[in-house]
């Protein structure tokens, strides 16, 4: 059963654009969730978490738990925010972790 | 030192073989992972060891043995893989365990002959 979906593989938008990219899961127990990025060529890492709220390099992500989804947002996106963007859900009671399958981002001058 | 290490960074095996892969690290972290991702797949869990246990296994074939001597050092051993099982394999650690933020290593590409 697939538990993250990112519906979109691949995004474009330009310089400056809003950019929004998607993420719904199954899960009706309380999840936590995650967004990790991978710039090319660098280490999967951690972008952020929505138990910390914190806005990173100008992306926010809010756990909507009625719609299940936690979409990353961001209002000016820049050429550096090109990279593959990875959705996770970690299931805490039964040990379970798992990546959506990926959005890529391609952000043109 | 703020980096998951692995080697080696590429393998090629016979399905007879047996080689090990290994994943270090020094930020003190207590927990250690390894992944599996097959080309164009998100990264799939396979282990997890908090404080040198094994608290997770993903339900995977015994032919991948893993191995964590100390909270620093994390093997995964390999035998009579199959082709199929040609993957780049990721190491992550973490603070103590699977909330807190992973580092990821950068991957043993392994092609199973």
């Known amino acids: 059963a697939q538990r993250v979906t990112q519906p979109e593989k691949l995004l474009s938008v330009f310089k400056g654009a809003p950019v929004e990219l998607k993420c719904n899961y199954s899960?009706?127990?309380?999840?936590?969730l995650f967004w990790y990025v991978q710039y090319s060529r660098q280490r999967l890492q951690l972008l952020l978490r929505?138990?910390s709220r914190e806005s990173i390099k100008g992306f926010t992500a809010d756990l909507n738990k009625g719609e299940t989804s936690f979409h990353l947002k961001k209002p000016f996106a820049q050429e550096e925010d090109s990279a593959m963007y990875y959705c996770a859900l970690l299931i805490y009671n039964f040990n379970k972790f798992y990546f959506g399958s990926g959005t890529k981002l391609n952000v043109k001058p | 030192d703020t980096e998951v290490t692995q080697t080696p960074k590429h393998l090629v095996m016979g399905m007879t073989n047996k080689k090990s892969l290994k994943c270090e690290q020094h930020m003190g972290h207590r927990a250690m992972y390894w992944y599996k991702q097959k080309a164009k797949k998100p990264p799939e869990l396979m282990f997890v060891?908090?404080?040198?246990?094994?608290?997770i296994n993903e339900s995977v074939p015994s032919r991948f043995s893993p191995e964590c001597p100390n909270s620093s050092l994390l093997n995964l051993h390999l035998h009579a893989l199959q082709p199929e099982d040609s993957a780049l394999y990721l190491c992550?650690?973490?603070?103590?365990?699977?909330?807190?933020?992973?580092?990821f290593g950068p991957g043993t590409r392994l092609t199973v002959t």
């Open positions: 060891y908090s404080y040198e246990k094994l608290s």
């Open positions: 929505h138990i």
């Open positions: 992550a650690s973490s603070q103590e365990g699977i909330r807190d933020e992973q580092y």
């Open positions: 899960y009706s127990g309380s999840p936590e």
